[in-house]
């Protein structure tokens, strides 16, 4: 019977050597597990540290880089033709007769413009090199003209990669205007200078010199530069502000 007992309690008394082999599995679980959980951390606090970084370089590219009121002076020529558009600190001049008086909102990419007693409202975005301009007419807020440049900064991006064309909006609410000659933008280092859009025109100063009430439209988008001439106002445009009281 003891030696029975003895035996017993011989074989169920556990060696050192296998509390040691357990106690390292249970540990190289444990270190296993808490990588698993921890890489996970690492990969979110990567992706954060990249959306802050792409939303700094992005906002500081949007508003803090660029004079948007001297890049947007200069001379113009609507794209796909020969007509030419100068502008100076307050006029958007189509022709000697057809002059919108227009005010910059940078912070929200918007702009609004008057012609006699008719006005408008749209937004603008520049390319990324600056040289290219595009108007459109519409009512647009502080958040929608934010996400359509950033989908469209990412768009040109990925094209300028690819050696192709940034995508242009389209329509008849839209114009687009490409300078008639290079100008250095006002965020780089060498400090473009708007050229004198007056002088290039050949045309006088002033806000235009219009009939107001032989003026039906307030687009600038659709303003026809060769009916102006002959009528001394914009043509028709059916989306125009109903005149001012």
């Known amino acids: 019977m003891s030696g029975k007992a003895a035996a017993d309690g011989k074989a169920a008394r556990p060696s050192v050597s296998g509390r040691k082999r357990a106690d390292g599995g249970r540990s190289a679980g444990r270190g296993t597990a808490g990588k698993r959980r ?10 954060a540290v990249l959306v802050l970084a792409m ?3 992005f906002s500081w590219n949007r508003w803090l880089r660029f004079d948007d009121a001297r890049d947007f002076q200069g001379s ?4 796909g033709a020969a007509s030419a558009v100068a502008i100076d600190g307050d006029v958007i001049r189509l022709t000697e007769d057809v002059a919108y008086a227009y005010r910059l909102d940078p912070g929200s990419k918007t702009l609004s413009f008057t012609f006699g007693t008719y006005s408008g409202k749209g937004r603008y975005r520049f390319s990324l090199d600056r040289q290219t301009l595009v108007i459109q007419d519409g009512d647009f807020s502080w958040f929608s003209t934010l996400t359509d440049d950033a989908v469209w900064t990412f768009q040109a991006l990925v094209a300028a990669v690819q050696g192709g064309e940034p995508p242009l909006p389209e329509g008849d609410d839209v114009v687009v205007l490409v300078r008639s000659a290079p100008v250095p933008p006002s965020g780089d280092a060498a400090g473009g200078s708007a050229e004198d859009p007056v002088g290039d025109a050949g045309v006088g100063d002033g806000a235009g010199s219009s009939d107001p009430s032989g003026g039906s439209g307030g687009s600038v988008a659709g303003a026809d530069p060769a009916a102006g001439a002959s009528s001394g106002a914009p043509p028709a445009d059916p989306t125009a502000d109903s005149p001012a009281a």
């Open 38 to 47: 921890l890489w996970p951390r690492i990969l979110a606090l990567v992706v």
């Open 55 to 57: 939303a700094a370089v």
């Open 76 to 79: 113009w020529q609507m794209a």
